[in-house]
């Protein structure tokens, strides 16, 4: 018999290896609508770009804010992005209340748009790092911004995000958004291109570049790491 007591054999601890988007939502109004089969331990980011005279950024409940930028050192015209860590399956199906936008008199079209996106781990992810990372605007052609991502430790999520305002869509430009996003998903004069990083990839630097759209146009890029 052995002079020392057994130590009971715990079982094996798996590790967030593999993230995948599990669900998205857009909106063009001043609330969103959290995707029915959100699970706890999801991760949510919302890209928010509201534009008018009086807009301002409104983060909702629960959301940390991660960034924003605007034109001209004011709020008529901006976007941002905020980040939640899902608690409970119960959020799915809730109404998130975000920055509200106006109507551009000129063109009819609702300068508020919301982009939602949840992404999902093996195991549930337990904490995000966000590093912060590059930005420009300008009311003229805006000059290509690189996110230094290639320094990023996997699994993480990289992003780019652009948007204008009264315009019907809002592209990158090609040849100087390099390497092109895994994903990309829009809605009207806001676009997010983002690419997953798994555990035992090498993440790139991203270059983000847009068309110039004659005002208001705005580029930001960042990634956040994840743990579980």
């Known amino acids: 018999m052995s002079a020392f007591p057994l130590m009971p054999i715990l079982p094996p601890h798996d590790i967030l290896r593999e993230v995948t ?4 939502a857009t909106s063009t109004a001043a609330t969103i609508t959290m995707p029915a089969g959100v699970r706890t331990g999801d991760l949510a980011l919302l890209f928010d770009a509201p534009a008018g005279g ?7 409940a629960g959301f940390t804010s991660l960034y924003a930028i605007a034109t001209s050192g004011g709020w008529g015209r901006h ?3 905020a980040m939640r860590q899902i608690a409970s399956a119960a959020e799915g199906g809730s109404t998130l209340t975000g920055s509200a936008g106006t109507v551009d008199p000129g063109t009819g079209v609702v300068n508020s748009r919301k982009i939602l996106l949840v992404f999902r781990g093996n195991v549930p992810i337990r904490s995000a790092i966000y590093v912060p990372g590059v930005s ?14 290639g320094a990023g430790t996997p699994p993480l999520i990289l992003w780019g995000c652009i948007s204008t305002t009264a315009h019907a869509t809002t592209p990158f430009e090609t040849g100087w958004t390099t ?6 998903v829009a809605i009207e004069a806001l676009r997010v291109g983002y ?10 630097n991203q270059a983000v570049d847009m068309t ?5 146009n705005m580029i930001t890029a960042a990634y956040v790491t994840l743990e579980g």
Do not use: Q
């Open 195 to 204: 690419t997953i990083v798994n555990r035992g990839g090498a993440p790139l």
């Open 179 to 184: 390497p092109t996003f895994g994903t990309e």
């Open 54 to 60: 009086n807009s301002p950024r409104v983060v909702p």
């Open 79 to 81: 976007h941002g992005v």
């Open 136 to 149: 420009t605007g300008s009311n003229g052609n805006p000059g290509t911004v690189t996110l230094l991502s």
């Open 21 to 24: 988007l599990a669900a998205s």
């Open 212 to 216: 110039d759209l004659g005002s208001s």
